[in-house]
């Protein structure tokens, strides 16, 4: 039996109203066969979603110190495979450390490619060293300029203090903007977003709280990405920064599902953005599409 070429194609005639032209070779029809399957499997196996995805703050500087950085901010759009899993880290509030002066950056969040990097830690008096580095960078302890930046995208830098004869640190960088010079010891502000139905701030510097004695001051709201207020003299009245938070969101009934590291199932909330399905990791685990 001899072999059917390509071009017995005209032996299929298409209705006379079709506006598909076929070539002789097949070439366009093979073009569309493979344009109609891309569409379809691609219709049949992703779906978009938004994200949010906030560090942890990083701690508070202790003594003459500066206020830690946010937690770096990251918000946008993707679309995610069916059935694939996504791994998902949040990140722990650095702590503040009044025996050392060595504060701690915050922890980075995670969400499949996404990293949202931690605040960067508050410089203290003590230690006479650099504020750090991170998401959003930490603010300068007084009479030095060694201010810890932030990352392009995600946060801003941290500021200096008072100039020689001030006892007051530079406020740390948040998500939204620097600290203002005409304000040194308040943190730079955060970014507001609405992805669980509530128009929530993330992401704010850490301040210089001034001379409160030795009264312990409360911890930062977990899970907004805050970085720790620091505090004049050496009583352990900084903050540690906030722990932070990823978000998954898209339209319609639950179509993926969120787990814990130690697979318990995290509940889908259908309530709260009418229309949409949130999933909300306060802490670490993953996501299957």
């Known amino acids: 039996m001899a072999d059917v070429s390509i071009t017995q194609l005209d ?6 109203n079709s506006s598909i032209p076929l070539s002789q070779d097949g070439s366009t029809a093979r073009t569309l066969a493979s344009s109609l399957t891309a569409n379809c499997l691609a219709a049949g196996t992703r779906y978009q979603i938004e994200y949010l995805v906030v560090g942890g ?18 918000e946008g759009s993707m679309f995610l495979n069916v059935s694939e899993r996504y791994p998902v880290a949040v990140g722990y509030g650095g702590r503040k450390d009044t025996t050392s002066y060595l504060n701690e950056n915050g922890g980075n969040s995670v969400f499949g490619p996404y990293v949202a990097f931690g605040g960067g830690a508050g410089m203290s008096y003590q230690n006479r060293r650099q504020a750090n580095s991170g998401g959003s960078g930490g603010g300068c302890g007084y009479q030095y300029t060694f201010i810890g930046y932030g990352i392009e995208g995600q946060g801003y830098n ?13 406020g ?26 509530t128009n ?12 409160i004695g030795s009264t312990p001051r409360p911890d930062m709201p977990p899970n907004n990405g805050f970085g720790g207020n620091s505090a004049y003299g050496s009583w352990g009245t900084a903050n540690n920064g906030s722990t932070g938070i990823v978000v998954i969101a898209y339209q319609g009934s639950p179509r993926g599902t969120a787990y814990l590291f130690n697979n318990t199932v995290i509940s889908a909330d259908t309530s709260s953005r009418p229309g949409y399905t949130v999933h909300k990791f306060l802490q670490g685990g993953y996501f299957i599409a």
């Open 11 to 16: 032996l299929v005639t298409p209705k006379s």
């Open 57 to 74: 703050g990083g701690g508070g500087g202790q003594d003459y110190a500066g206020g830690g950085g946010a937690g770096g901010f990251l």
């Open 158 to 170: 941290g500021i200096i203090g008072g100039n020689i004869g001030s006892t007051a640190g530079g």
């Open 172 to 197: 740390g960088g948040g998500a939204g903007g620097a600290p203002l010079p005409s304000t040194p010891y308040t943190g730079g502000i955060g970014k507001f977003s609405s992805i669980t139905g």
């Open 200 to 211: 929530t701030l993330y992401a704010s510097g850490g301040s210089h709280i001034g001379n």
